[in-house]
């Protein structure tokens, strides 16, 4: 069935550092592809998302890439920060109401 | 802001119980989802609802059922409730299907637990 491979569980960095989360999808027609961030005692929030036409997106010290072929997508997180210490859930979605999550990055970042 | 508001954050229940989860939303949103969220296993769609009166099962509905009677409230029901059922209950709204904006707005969650 679809499935949405995320890697790695867990992600330990220092401040300033980079953070890649990478997630891999099974679904040839998944067009939509968002990333959300879960704080601690919190819902999960979109931080950014691409579409399949698109190969790249950034926002500030984050950015999505997507390699459709290889039907990967990567979160980078640059510059990070303590505020960045989530949990991040990538997702894909093929254009209807359904979204296949991933297992989720849990992301520390170390002062 | 839109806000997606779950009743009960923490629940604790017996095994047999019946169990209602409440989730309203203030933004009009048609489309009202409850999500399970589980170490390791990530976010799993119980059911969906595009509509009032209107749902369709998601990935894991069995031993759920859900209603929604009005736009701005979604309700999920654990008619029996088993300790396997024990888990983290996220409830989200979207505007419109993913293929337009796609952004879902989650609830801040209901953690039960079932003994």
């Known amino acids: 069935g679809e499935n949405v491979e995320q890697h790695p569980s867990t992600l330990s960095v220092q401040e300033g550092d980079s953070a890649v989360i990478k997630c891999t999808y099974s679904d040839s027609a998944s067009n939509y592809f968002p990333w959300y961030k879960q704080e601690l005692g919190k819902g999960p929030q979109l931080i950014i998302d691409?579409?399949?036409?698109?190969g790249e997106k950034k926002d500030q010290r984050i950015a999505v890439t997507l390699n459709k072929t290889a039907k990967h997508f990567s979160l980078h997180i640059t510059e990070t920060q303590p505020e960045d210490s989530a949990v991040y859930f990538c997702a894909a979605s093929s254009g209807t109401y359904k979204y296949i999550f991933g297992t989720g990055t849990r992301l520390k970042v170390l002062a | 802001d839109v806000k997606v508001t779950q009743s009960s954050r923490y629940l604790v229940k017996r095994t047999g119980e019946k169990v209602f989860l409440e989730c309203v939303q203030d933004?009009?949103?048609?489309?009202m989802f409850w999500y399970r969220q589980d170490p390791g296993l990530g976010l799993r769609l119980i059911y969906f609802s595009y509509d009032v009166k209107m749902k369709e099962k998601g990935d894991i509905p069995e031993g759920y059922s859900v209603s929604r009677e009005k736009k701005e409230r979604f309700s999920l029901i654990l008619e029996s409730a088993s300790t396997n059922q024990t888990s983290m209950y996220l409830c989200?709204?979207?505007?419109?299907?993913?293929?337009?904006?796609?952004?879902?707005?989650f609830g801040e969650g209901s953690r039960l637990t079932v003994l």
């Open positions: 691409i579409r399949s036409n698109v």
């Open positions: 933004m009009d949103h048609e489309n």
């Open positions: 989200a709204s979207s505007p419109q299907v993913p293929a337009n904006t796609g952004e879902l707005f």
